[in-house]
């Protein structure tokens, strides 16, 4: 079957690290573009961050200087390091395949992020 699977979120403390994590199976992982989005209450879905099969990033202009996001094609897996946490960036963080190619999109199930004293 083919599935993303997202972990590592939590509650942190403002000012604090997390690193998320998505699994890939069942597609030519090395071959999508990789990304995440994240979606607070109340709001719309946005990109946060993708990184192309050729490793070539883009963040949004809110997370620039703070979030990493990064893959490991041996692994089927990528990740979203995320430091100096900022209230706003409370939100659940989606995973999402992309292949221009073949006009493919998947999704993950989504992962929470509370940034809270």
């Known amino acids: 079957q083919v599935q993303l699977v997202e972990s590592g979120g939590g509650l942190v403390q403002p000012g604090g690290s997390l690193r998320l994590s998505c699994a890939a199976s069942?597609?030519?992982?090395?071959?999508?573009?990789m990304k995440w989005d994240r979606q607070a209450p109340g709001k719309g879905r946005e990109l946060v961050a993708g990184?192309?099969?050729?490793?070539?990033?883009n963040y949004a202009d809110s997370v620039k200087g703070r979030f990493t996001i990064s893959r490991d094609n041996a692994k089927n897996t990528v990740y979203l390091q995320m430091n100096s946490l900022k209230s706003e960036d409370t939100a659940v963080y989606y995973c999402?395949?992309?292949?221009?190619?073949?006009?493919?999109?998947?999704w993950g199930q989504g992962t929470q992020v509370t940034v809270s004293s």
């Open positions: 999402k395949a992309v292949s221009i190619v073949i006009g493919d999109t998947i």
């Open positions: 069942g597609f030519a992982f090395s071959n999508y573009e």
């Open positions: 990184i192309t099969s050729t490793d070539s990033t």
